[in-house]
Nanobody, 121 residues
Framework: QVQLVESGGGLVQAGGSLRLSCVAS????????MAWYRQAPGKQRELVAR???????VYADSVKGRFSISGDNAKNTVDLRMNVLKPDDTAVYYC???????????????WGKGTLVTVSS
């Protein structure tokens, strides 16, 4: 199995910053990409940012210019630096990876349990 463990959530005032970290462990043959998603109360889970092992990044329009994703392929980690946080950024943030457990295994989605980010106004 592949396990993802997030850290770094918490309570911050609007305009503040937080950094989320995630580490993937377990039986990992290869990782295609790592990403952060979020789910606010009453809303669907949405992609926040994704980074491939080649370094290509994708951001949700709502976070462009404020959030930055980075990864360490050797350590199977991904960080999300969040600046100028807004109350609308309040959500549970989930780490995600698309990984293969062996050379013959298909690429599959794996999820962390999530970390709560609360931005007060």
């Amino acid at each position: 199995q592949v396990q993802l463990v997030e850290s770094g959530g918490g309570l911050v005032q609007a305009g503040g910053s937080l950094r989320l970290s995630c580490v993937a462990s377990g039986t990992i043959f290869s990782i295609n990409a790592m990403a952060w998603y979020r789910q606010a109360p009453g809303k669907q889970r949405e992609l926040v940012a994704r980074i491939t092992t080649g370094g290509s990044t994708v951001y949700a329009d709502s976070v462009k210019g404020r959030f930055s994703i980075s990864g360490d392929n050797a350590k199977n980690t991904v960080d999300l630096r969040m600046n100028v946080l807004k109350p609308d950024d309040t959500a549970v943030y989930y780490c995600n990876t698309v990984a293969r457990r062996s050379i013959r295994a298909p690429a599959e989605d794996y999820w962390g349990k999530g970390t709560l980010v609360t931005v007060s106004s």
